[in-house]
Structures are given as structure tokens and as C-alpha cells.
């Protein structure tokens, strides 16, 4: 059941330059989105969230953009920098569940070089 | 700040055996998850759980898995008897709310490993 689903499994950038993950879902039922960054050996760490009302949500270098008629949705970090190199999922949830569950896709592996 | 903790972080166990994971959440929030990813796949939700309940639970966890708050500070995931296929990083998360637009927060996983 690929409800949310990130088709590039890796990405590299040069250190300075903008990196952009992407992710799409197909479960419009969706209406709140989170990235999550994992490092190897640790837990999700939250990054970033948005709401479906909304189209753009910003926080320092990290600004995430929802497109809800593609169902798609993507994540900008700017300037790019070594120690965002980690693997990177988006995550979504239908807000009112009781059970608050979230689905998530299979992560796409960030390397920013020096 | 305030994070979620899980011990043990590595546990190796034979295969029929009961494990039990155990969480902190983090001390104001009310609602608490397990989810796990197996080697190579997705993070994959197992139970949520609030008020001393369970609210929803996937089609994974089934009756060999049980979730509990034994006191106000743990909350644990029980696997009565252990498969091959349990191996996997099991991850705790807690959020203050479950049903506006909340984030979890996760725990560092505890890697299970089934012999």
C-alpha cells in the first residue's frame, strides 16, 4: 500500500546549493504533512510541518511547499549544508483521526558535499 | 529539551520468546505510538494509544503484541513470542494532542533482533 511514496531513494548537492526532496501521496483523505530527518542509528526527527490550508510553511533554512491538486509536496533546504546529509521522510495523517496514525514514505538518503 | 527515551536499545532474543520494550514519553503528552521499520522498508505504523487504551491499531499488530502504561512515566510494547520477522527497529513516539495537527516526536528505536 504505497499511500505516500518518495521516488528518488537518494540525492546529492554541493554544500551551498539548494536541496529539494519530494514526495507524493495518493490518499486525498490526507490534510497534514510532516518531514522527518533520521540519522543512522537514532530516531525520526521532526523538521517541519503543513497544514493542507496551506500551500507554504517556512522555518530558517527549511521551507516546505504543498501542491493539493497534485498531491505532491516537496521539501527545500537552503543553502544545503554537510550536516544535513541524512534520510529524509515525508509523512502524512488525517487530521481527526482518533488514532492520529501517521503513514509514512520510504525516505530519500540526502548527501551534501563539501 | 524534553525527549522521548527507550530502552534497550539493542535486544537479541530467540525466536518464541517474549520481549518487552520499554518508552518515556516525553511528561506532558497524552497520546503515545509504537511503530517500527523493518531493515530496508518503510516506517510502519503499529498502535496508537491514549487514555489508557488503545485508539487505533494497524493490521500488524496483531494478538501476539500488547501495549501498556504501567506507571505515569512507561509505556511498553509486549511481543508474546517472538518471530524471524519481528526483527526490525521498533520506534516510540508521543505527542501532546492525537487528534489536531499534532507532530510526534520519536524515541531513538530499540533494534530487535529475532535468532
Known amino acids: 500500500d504505497q499511500q505516500v511514496k518518495q521516488n528518488s531513494p537518494s540525492l546529492s548537492v554541493q554544500e551551498g546549493r539548494i536541496s529539494i526532496l519530494n514526495c507524493d501521496y495518493t490518499?486525498?483523505?490526507?490534510?497534514?504533512f510532516l518531514w522527518y530527518k533520521k540519522y543512522p542509528a537514532e530516531g525520526p526527527t521532526f523538521l517541519i510541518s503543513?497544514?493542507?490550508?496551506?500551500d507554504k510553511n517556512e522555518d530558517g533554512r527549511f521551507t516546505v511547499f504543498l501542491n493539493k491538486s497534485a498531491k505532491h509536496l516537496s521539501l527545500h533546504i537552503v543553502p544545503s549544508q554537510p550536516g544535513d546529509s541524512a534520510v529524509y521522510f515525508c509523512?502524512?495523517?488525517?487530521?481527526?483521526?482518533?488514532?492520529?496514525?501517521?503513514?509514512f514514505g520510504g525516505g530519500t538518503r540526502l548527501m551534501v558535499k563539501p | 529539551e524534553p525527549e522521548v527515551t527507550q530502552t534497550p536499545s539493542h535486544q537479541v532474543t530467540q525466536m518464541g520468546q517474549e520481549v518487552i520494550l520499554r518508552c518515556v514519553p516525553i511528561?506532558?503528552?497524552?497520546?503515545f505510538y509504537w511503530y517500527r521499520q523493518i531493515l530496508g522498508q518503510k516506517v510502519e505504523f503499529l498502535v496508537s494509544?491514549?487514555?489508557?487504551?488503545?485508539?487505533?491499531k494497524s493490521e500488524i499488530f496483531d494478538d501476539q503484541f500488547s501495549v501498556e502504561r504501567p506507571d505515569g512515566s512507561n509505556f511498553t510494547l509486549k511481543i508474546r513470542s517472538t518471530k524471524l520477522e519481528d526483527s526490525a527497529m521498533y520506534f516510540c513516539?508521543?505527542?501532546?494532542?492525537?487528534?489536531?495537527?499534532?507532530?510526534?516526536?520519536f524515541g531513538p528505536g530499540t533494534r530487535l533482533l529475532v535468532l
Open positions: 513516539a508521543s505527542s501532546v494532542g492525537g487528534q489536531g495537527q499534532e507532530t510526534q516526536y
Open positions: 490518499n486525498s483523505m490526507f490534510d497534514y
Open positions: 503543513i497544514s493542507s490550508i496551506k
Open positions: 509523512a502524512a495523517s488525517v487530521v481527526g483521526n482518533a488514532g492520529n496514525m501517521l503513514t
Open positions: 511528561s506532558n503528552h497524552l497520546y
Open positions: 494509544f491514549y487514555n489508557n487504551e488503545i485508539s487505533e
